[in-house]
């Protein structure tokens, strides 16, 4: 972020339980019909541990890990002692949105950076009972939602079609059903998939304070269950829950998107020989200089009868790579 608050104005959207598959609908979302598009293809991060907002979201804003002397449950500290980003920007909250803060400085356009730290799709799932229901119906309606109000926000930017867009999360969520563990020891301070405290089970992992550089001793639940939850289903089974170690709670996405990118132009070169009427090979080079990953590959040459109606190949080209296929022609031409 502060790399690309150097080129221009930029957006930073922070969506509170924002995991990996759902930054890629969110991002389906946002580039349908090219409202915006890809500057830099989705690329994987890892929430600081343990995965809960007090501790994960506190270190992404602060970019120090909890067991900083400065360190406060509150996220909005940990951008306060920032100070690159108390310098050039803004923090704005849901609240903000409501009381119409964000978009003032928006349409305002005096600030380099604008932070919306928004909770709204981490509610859902302290809120909902029903986990089918959230993951195929609300999940996405609440995606949809934030996607609409993203591309209204930008639009209110003097600098639009420049205006960089950068979204980003704190942690994921586990999604279905869940069991509730019992007390293991009245010593610990339990709360989701983890807790405050070292004990001596073997359903629990120790982060230790020293090693993790954490403010305190954490113990963290090896699989699915939880300690507790916000909500609960009528069979007392706990929907939606993080805290843990699970990759669905760990591993988070960082994508950049914006209304017009210059792509440079993709290089592809074919070549072979063969004998006519016999097998051969054709070598096909792609050559990728952007700074976004080309997928879903369809080799059409129309000189060549098996590839007139094109044929997939299997893998990607990553930005700024360049890779080479073998391709089997059954029958060389004249």
């Known amino acids: 972020v502060q790399e690309l608050c150097s080129q221009g104005p930029v957006f930073w959207i922070v969506v509170d339980g924002l995991g990996w598959l759902d930054h890629q609908a969110l991002l389906a979302l946002l580039t349908e019909q090219k409202r915006l598009q890809l500057e830099r293809g989705l690329e994987p991060r890892f ?88 993951y195929t119906v609300k999940r996405f309606r609440e995606l949809r939602a934030i996607a609409e109000d993203i591309i209204r926000f930008v639009d209110m930017h003097p600098q639009k079609e ?28 339990r709360k989701g998939r983890m807790a405050i405290g070292k004990a001596d089970h073997p359903q629990l992992v120790d982060l230790d304070k020293e090693r993790f550089d954490l403010p305190h001793d954490i113990s963290i639940i090896r699989g699915s269950s939880s300690f507790s939850s ?32 210059q792509r440079l132009p993709v290089i592809v070169n074919c070549s072979g020989s063969g004998r006519p009427g016999e097998t051969g ?13 080309i997928s879903d590959l369809k080799l059409v040459v129309n000189q060549l009868d098996n590839l007139q109606q094109g044929i997939e190949l299997t893998g990607t080209v990553a930005p700024k790579e360049t890779l080479t296929f073998d391709i089997e022609i059954l029958d060389w031409p004249e």
């Open 47 to 134: 929430s600081i541990l343990p995965t809960k907002t007090e501790y994960a979201k506190w270190s992404l804003y602060s970019q120090r890990r909890p067991g900083h002397s400065s360190w406060k449950r509150d996220a909005g500290e940990g951008f306060k002692v920032n100070d690159f980003l108390t310098r050039n920007g803004k923090r704005y909250t849901d609240n903000d949105v409501t009381k119409k803060r964000l978009q003032k400085d928006l349409q305002l356009g005096n600030q380099q950076l604008y932070c919306w730290d928004t909770d709204r799709f981490d509610k859902l799932f302290h809120d909902e009972v029903d986990w089918e229901e959230l």
């Open 162 to 189: 420049t205006l960089r867009v950068v979204i980003a999360s704190d942690h994921g969520q586990l999604m279905g059903k869940s069991n509730k563990l019992p007390a293991v020891s009245e010593d610990l301070e």
């Open 230 to 261: 916000f909500s609960y289903a009528d069979d007392k089974s706990i929907v939606g829950c993080h805290g843990g170690l699970y990759p669905e709670e760990v591993v988070i996405g960082f994508s950049v998107l914006t209304r017009l990118v």
């Open 281 to 293: 090979i054709l070598k096909v080079e792609i050559c990728n200089p952007n700074a976004i990953t």
